[in-house]
């Protein structure tokens, strides 16, 4: 998988293994603006003809021939949610190493930098001092690219950057960022924490304090099963993890089997994954309330309540968890058996952005772009999708290439249009894909053109470079998301 953007999102290949909040589903493109529901939310821009292109944010599904079992966030909660067990105080052991390496130009686009990793943010602090980690900092690396910089330069699953020229590093956009500021074939210093010297040692050191009572080390290992990071994916294996860690009495263990149960992986059990995430819930478990909510909006094994959905989101939302804010907002934007109120949802939306959270970011351009409980400014609609986008949120992606191809709000730049679409076509974006193999007429030639340049840069495309989505354009794209 190859990455590229003017962002900062583009400075490190990937952004992130599997904590993002909603899972995309596709949209049947309407000739007239459509109602907005749950499973199909997209609206005209005035100046696009009257085809739509500018995507919603779609909520969590409760399932459906498109739509994926979204993963669970990261848990934001204090090393207190241990359960008693005997292992809650042992930690992992490794060494702080220092690993010269070179910051690669990008081939085609030489004034890029990238590395070439695929990385998760640790921001669980409990996590943090299982995995060894000095404070609640540090970025998991979770694969390299074969032949990249960080390949050759030794890197591997299972080490943590934590500073590079000895500057902390306590986040992925931090690290984007970083690397996106230096200068294409220059060297530079990674601070890299290393628990063992191959990724056996490490997974072997972690199951040794998982199986010595160690509930963060559980629900780690139960992850990376679950999501087949640095092991073969294996949802029995992530189940057992996750029960083990419930049965210890950690209140993020009921939560993560219970949706396991829930989604169905490996085995669906919609009564007993409710009375594991209720009694989450019941400890004070934000997050399993909030997943709780999602139960009673989607009728998960029950008949829909959307108004008790609503006072468990708002419930959630209330002591800070941002996904829930951005669950109001959904619900109050319409389509969800309540009265529509646009006005809160931008207040419930900005309330999420302002704390930082991509999607609220991402929800609350959608409004700006739409005219929706705010005055139409694309101006303000770009701002909040930029900064979507440098946190990899795929919509605020794929909204903010819009603009820049129509030139609403930003001045019209098609290769920076195509710059974000080939970043949202890289990371799987359903609703991207969709666009460019049966929308591609309500996008400009200039930007398909440019588009077409970057897919030949990526070695799927080896056709004319005219702009005319022909069937070996089209081609080319399924070829680059069947590969990812």
């Known amino acids: 998988m190859r990455g590229l953007s003017i962002t900062a999102l583009a400075a490190a290949i990937w952004l992130g293994s599997g904590f993002v909040l909603f899972s995309p589903v596709f949209a049947t493109e309407p000739e007239a603006e459509p109602a907005v529901t749950w499973g199909q939310r997209s609206v005209v821009l005035e100046a696009d003809g009257g085809r739509d292109i500018i995507r919603l944010l779609p909520p969590p599904s409760g399932g459906g021939a498109n739509s994926q079992t979204p993963s669970m966030p990261d848990l934001p909660f204090p090393p207190t949610d241990t359960g008693g067990a005997p292992g809650q105080g042992a930690r992992l052991t490794g060494r702080t190493i220092e690993v010269p390496i070179r910051f690669e130009p990008w081939p085609g686009y030489e004034t890029l930098s990238y590395i070439g990793v695929r990385f998760d943010s640790v921001t669980d602090p409990t996590l943090a001092f299982t995995l060894g980690l000095r404070r609640h900092t540090g970025v998991f690396i979770t694969e390299t690219t074969p032949g990249g910089p960080a390949g050759l330069a030794g890197l591997r699953f299972g080490d943590f950057i934590t500073a590079i020229d000895g500057t902390p590093v306590t986040e992925t ?44 080390a559980m629900l780690f290992l ?34 993560f089997y ?37 139960m009673y909006r989607d009728g998960e094994g029950r008949p829909r309540d959307p108004l008790e959905a609503l006072n468990l989101f708002k419930q959630a939302a ?39 959270d991509a999607d609220g970011m991402a929800a609350l351009g959608t409004m700006y772009s739409t005219g929706r409980g705010v005055e139409r400014d694309y101006v303000t609609a770009a701002t909040w999708y930029d900064e979507g986008a440098k946190r990899g ?23 920076t249009a195509a710059d974000y679409i080939y970043r949202a076509l890289e990371m799987g974006y359903p609703f991207t894909y969709q666009q460019m193999t049966q929308n591609s007429q309500s996008w400009s030639r200039d930007f398909r053109r440019e588009l077409q340049l970057r897919l030949a840069s990526g070695g799927y495309y080896g056709g004319a470079l005219d702009g005319a989505f022909g069937r070996s354009t089209l081609d080319a794209i399924s070829r680059m998301v069947e590969t990812q």
């Open 222 to 255: 139960g992850k990376l099963y679950s999501n087949g990071t640095g092991v073969p994916r294996d949802a029995t294996e992530a189940l057992t993890w996750y029960r083990t860690a419930a049965l210890a009495g950690s209140t993020n263990g009921m939560l």
């Open 173 to 216: 956009r931090q690290l984007v960022q970083e690397i996106e500021s230096r200068q294409p074939g220059t060297d530079g210093l990674l601070t890299v924490w290393r628990v063992a010297d191959d990724a056996s040692g490490y997974l072997a050191e972690l199951r040794h304090l998982a199986e010595g009572g160690s509930t963060p």
């Open 318 to 356: 209330e002591a800070n968890y941002t996904p829930a804010m951005v669950a109001v907002g959904l619900m109050l934007e319409g389509g969800s058996g309540i009265e529509a109120d646009h006005l809160q949802a931008v207040r419930w939306y900005r309330r999420a952005a302002d704390a930082g």
């Open 393 to 415: 949120q795929l919509l605020a992606i794929h909204n903010i290439a819009v603009l820049y191809d129509k030139g609403l709000g930003v001045s019209r730049n098609a290769q």
């Open 258 to 294: 219970g949706d396991a149960l829930a989604s169905g992986a490996p085995i669906k059990d919609v009564v007993e994954a409710e009375r594991w995430i209720r009694k989450a819930a019941d400890a004070g478990n934000v997050a399993a309330v909030y997943r709780l909510g999602r």
